[in-house]
């Protein structure tokens, strides 16, 4: 079955800019709109950006990073990337990237593949 890894997270300072990589195996991505959400401690799980299948490739932002955050997809290496410039104390959270067919969906219910992490803090 599909499994998702995430990876690019750790300590970064405010302002930094790093790279999420979701990268899949077991399956491609191209059918699949991908999503990136993030928990901290003490929240609820929030979605904060997602890419539409690779045949349309539509994105979407949470009001919290547009214009910070930018989500892409190289097919060729069945990975998505969200890149995150400008960071603030207030993203620190765990970062998962889900699954979901075609179309970005609204409902957090609709995504069906999820990875296990990775820990983005950010703090001077």
């Known amino acids: 079955q599909l499994q998702l890894v995430e990876s690019g997270g750790g300590l970064v300072q405010p302002g930094g800019s790093p790279r999420l990589s979701c990268v899949a195996s077991g399956g491609t991505l191209d059918t699949y709109a991908v999503g990136w959400f993030r928990q901290a401690p003490g929240k609820e799980r929030e979605g904060v950006s997602c890419?539409?299948?690779?045949?349309?490739?539509?994105?979407h932002y949470a009001d919290s990073v547009k214009g910070r955050f930018t989500i892409s997809r190289d097919n060729a290496k069945n990975t998505v990337y969200l890149r995150m410039n400008s960071v603030k104390p207030e993203d620190t959270a765990v970062y998962y990237c889900?699954?979901?067919?075609?179309?970005?969906?609204?409902?957090?219910?609709?995504?069906?593949?999820w990875g296990q992490g990775t820990q983005v803090t950010v703090s001077s």
């Open positions: 890419i539409d299948s690779s045949y349309g490739g539509n994105t």
């Open positions: 889900a699954t979901a067919p075609w179309v970005c969906p609204t409902a957090e219910l609709e995504y069906d593949h």
